[in-house]
């Protein structure tokens, strides 16, 4: 399978814990997206990264929340002392710099319930 | 702030029906995508619109891009259970893509 994945799939933690999601995107993407979606809602972005670099972050996103693409191939998205409204849907997307219109390729997502 | 307004929000229809969702700005777009989301899963892209006044057609699926690039149109002929999910809306401005709240659409059989 080329397409992007994540994992894990689903998570249940409790309030206070630290969670990580990892995305592997396809592998000729240079670019790589984090959105957190809650039901009923389109994603909202969080963050994105151009090779290793991270070119954006969302202002909404607290420092609770830790993202890396270390060598530019994967990612993780660390969220630290995880808060009931964590809980959501986090998806992760890659692209093509070179597409000027943008299309992102989104994996299943890994999806988070904090009690 | 750049917003894209997705209409209805909710639509629950008969098999064999007819429907049309709305995607609208007072922004402008450089491109516009839309896409499916199905519970539980990613969103998958169905198409791209990039002129003013483009029409695009899969299948029973038809998508219109507005003259003035700020929006979009999906008209589904004959809709089927399988057309079931979350469509969203999103457009390209300034490299950046702004995302709608999503129609969700139950087909009956």
């Known amino acids: 399978d080329t397409g992007v994945s994540q994992d894990p799939r689903h998570k249940i933690t409790k309030r206070g814990q630290n969670v990580t999601f990892r995305c592997d995107p396809i592998?000729?993407?240079?670019?790589l997206y984090w959105y957190r979606q809650t039901l009923g809602q389109g994603p909202e972005f969080l963050t994105y990264f151009q090779n290793e670099a991270q070119l954006e972050k969302s202002r909404l996103l607290s420092d609770r929340f830790s993202a890396e693409r270390p060598k530019g191939s994967f990612s993780t998205l660390e969220i630290q002392r995880t808060e009931q409204g964590d809980s959501a849907m986090y998806l992760c997307a890659s692209s093509w710099a070179g597409l000027t219109t943008g299309e992102l390729f989104f994996g299943e997502g890994s999806r988070l319930t904090v009690l | 702030t750049q917003l894209l307004e997705q209409s209805p929000q909710f639509l629950s229809i008969q098999e064999g029906e007819n429907l049309t969702v709305y995607c609208n700005s007072s922004?402008?777009?450089?491109?516009l995508q839309w896409y499916r989301q199905e519970p539980g899963e990613g969103p998958v892209l169905l198409v791209t619109v990039v002129t003013g006044g483009e029409v695009k057609k899969l299948k029973r699926l038809t998508f219109q891009f507005g003259d003035a690039r700020k929006d979009s149109s999906l008209h589904i002929t004959a809709a089927q259970p399988g057309d079931t999910g979350l469509y969203l809306c999103?457009?390209?401005?300034?490299?950046?893509?702004?995302w709608g709240a999503g129609t969700k659409l139950i087909i009956k059989p």
């Open positions: 592998s000729e993407h240079n670019r």
């Open positions: 922004s402008v777009f450089s491109s």
């Open positions: 999103a457009g390209q401005s300034n490299y950046q893509l702004i």
